[in-house]
């Protein structure tokens, strides 16, 4: 199981799949470690006043299969990392 570095598996459910007759898709939860959700704080403290921590720190993955709910999760969290490296970048210099 591969997750993007810097997140944590939060939790994962596919319980509608035991009870539904048809396919239904299940989902994972990833949330950023301690110190990416550090990081990410000092970089945007202004736009997370307010905000629970699960409005910006967390991704939810779908998929028929944890690997597929898994692997959509881990794009989604590359995709915000990918953004906070231009972020940092383009505000250092």
């Not at 048809?22 to 000092?42: C, E, K, N, S, W």
């Not at 006043?49 to 881990?74: C, I, M, Q, R």
Request: net charge negative; hydrophobic share 40%; aromatic share 10%.
């Amino acid at each position: 199981m591969n997750i993007q570095p810097g997140w944590l598996l939060y939790r994962a459910d596919f319980t509608e799949q035991a009870f539904s007759p048809r396919p239904v898709t299940g989902t994972v939860v990833l949330i950023m470690d301690h110190r990416q959700r550090d990081f990410v704080r000092a970089l945007y403290h202004d736009d997370f006043k307010g905000l629970g921590v699960f409005d910006w720190a967390a991704v939810t993955g779908d998929g028929t299969t944890f690997d597929e709910a898994l692997e959509d999760a881990n794009a989604k969290a590359e995709e915000i990392c990918a953004s906070i490296s231009t972020t940092k970048l383009t505000a250092t210099g």
